[in-house]
């Protein structure tokens, strides 16, 4: 009778352990899937801001203005428009996203919690990283602005998404939908 109470409490142990890590990917997830909501939500209510910042990094008007960059310049109003919008969508889609893996976690269906939130975490990081970072910091040489420059808001969000994975790809041992 020992053995068993004494395997139950290793179990237990092991038990707590992992709902303790499933509710830390859980609110994790959560807490990217509330940022990039009020993002998009953000970036909806007031178009106007974000959308001049889109057009300044895209038409590189605050660089250095240098002639071996500028033939990248995109200065059609309509296309940087058309980018912004692709930008609000790609948000609303990684929210929705992560608001399935959230609830998945809720549900402890832990095994498409945690492939729903990689699919949305995966979302906000490509964004944000080859989006903002490669494209927009690199490619229309948005470090060179000291006015359109979001290379910190997009590392950050890049970093959290990227830690936040981590947790949710963090071993545990899964007992099942009734954990």
Known sequence: MVTTSTARAGDTGAAAGARGLTLA??????????????????????????????????????????EDLMGR??????????????IIVWEWAAALVL????????????????????YGLLMV?????????????????MWQSKTWNGLTAATRAFLLSGVVLVVVHLPFRDS????
């Open 25 to 66: 990917a859980g609110a994790l997830t959560a807490t990217v899937a509330l940022y990039i909501t009020l993002v998009a939500l953000g970036n909806v209510t007031d178009f106007g801001t974000n959308q001049q910042f889109v057009r300044h990094v895209l038409a590189m008007d605050t660089t250095f203005r240098d």
């Open 73 to 86: 310049a995109v200065t059609s109003t309509a296309l940087q428009d058309a980018a912004y919008v692709a």
């Open 99 to 118: 608001i399935a893996g959230t609830w998945l976690w809720l549900r402890r269906d832990h095994e498409r919690a945690r492939r729903v939130s990689t």
């Open 125 to 141: 990081m490509l964004l944000f990283g080859a989006g903002f970072i490669a494209i927009g910091g690199e490619w229309f040489a």
């Open 176 to 179: 099942g939908p009734a954990n």
